[in-house]
């Protein structure tokens, strides 16, 4: 069984050939949708994300062509890592442009919002929190260019799309925190968008390899590059 986007024709799907081989036996395979033996389950409700389809895979008897196999036997652990370094890079992108909005969302609102006579943009404490989101965007922002610039030139980034990933999304829920604080009550509102981008940019910490995941290949990267 897998989790996976239940709108698409095509899945990609990773599986193994033999568990004691552990990370050497994983295989990857293309599978059309309607490939005898695959049934997509119902669509999973979740906290966000609604633009897009989530749901279960079932495999019962599936036999797949050698011919849709991706890359060598056993090789399918490599083809993720290769794909997830990207893969992150481009979430970080994601979620710099996520916090960015927010951060323009929540500068008109500051300015436009009037509390005992003044904008609230006149207040400190709001006036901080913006400073703090658009420093944290911005280095997100050089952060991910900098591990695109290196993946563009075949640099191994494996280290660089974890560091970049991990800070990029947690900047971006802190960002959005921010964003539904300077909202005040309307932040919480299903009435504005603030709300919802709260709830989108919390799976961002998850997918792709989680917070912790991303701590555990940077140090990993550490221990190596030190010689332990
Ligand atoms: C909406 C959505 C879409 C998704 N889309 C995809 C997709 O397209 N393709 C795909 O492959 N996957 C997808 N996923 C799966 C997603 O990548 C996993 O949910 C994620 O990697 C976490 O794995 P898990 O859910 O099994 O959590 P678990 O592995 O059970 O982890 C639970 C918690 O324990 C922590 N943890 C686990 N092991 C350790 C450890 N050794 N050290 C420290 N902490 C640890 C985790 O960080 C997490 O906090 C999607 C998930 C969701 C919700």
């Not at 193994?16 to 309607?34: F, H, M, N, P, Y």
């Not at 006149?122 to 050089?142: F, Y």
């Not at 995941?213 to 990267?221: H, K, S, W």
Request: with cysteine; net charge positive.
């Amino acid at each position: 069984m897998a989790t996976t986007m239940s709108s698409t024709d095509t899945f990609v799907i990773f599986f193994t050939l033999d568990r004691a081989k552990g990370s050497k036996g994983i295989c990857a395979v293309v599978v059309e949708r309607d490939a005898p033996g695959l049934e997509v389950g119902k669509n999973d409700e979740k906290m966000g994300l609604h633009g897009s389809t989530t749901a279960q895979l079932f495999f019962r008897d599936m036999r797949v062509p050698v011919a849709n196999r991706i890359g060598d036997e056993g090789k399918g652990f490599a083809t993720a890592l290769k794909t997830l370094d990207i893969g992150r890079i481009g979430l970080a992108a994601h979620s710099v442009g996520a916090a960015q909005r927010l951060l323009e969302g929540s500068l008109e609102h500051a300015k436009a919002r009037r509390q005992f006579g003044k904008s609230i943009a006149e207040a400190q404490a709001i006036q901080w929190m913006l400073a703090d989101a658009a420093t944290e965007i911005h280095a997100a922002r050089l952060m991910t260019y900098d591990a695109a610039a290196r993946a563009d030139r075949g640099e191994r980034v494996t280290q660089r799309a974890a560091m970049t990933k991990l800070f990029a999304t947690e900047m971006l829920g802190r960002v959005a925190d921010a964003a539904v604080q300077i909202h005040g009550g309307m932040g919480y509102m299903r009435e504005l968008w603030i709300e919802r981008a709260y709830r989108d940019a919390r799976i961002t910490r998850i997918y792709e390899g989680t917070s912790e995941m991303q701590r555990l290949v940077i140090a990993r990267g550490l221990l190596e590059d030190s010689g332990a």
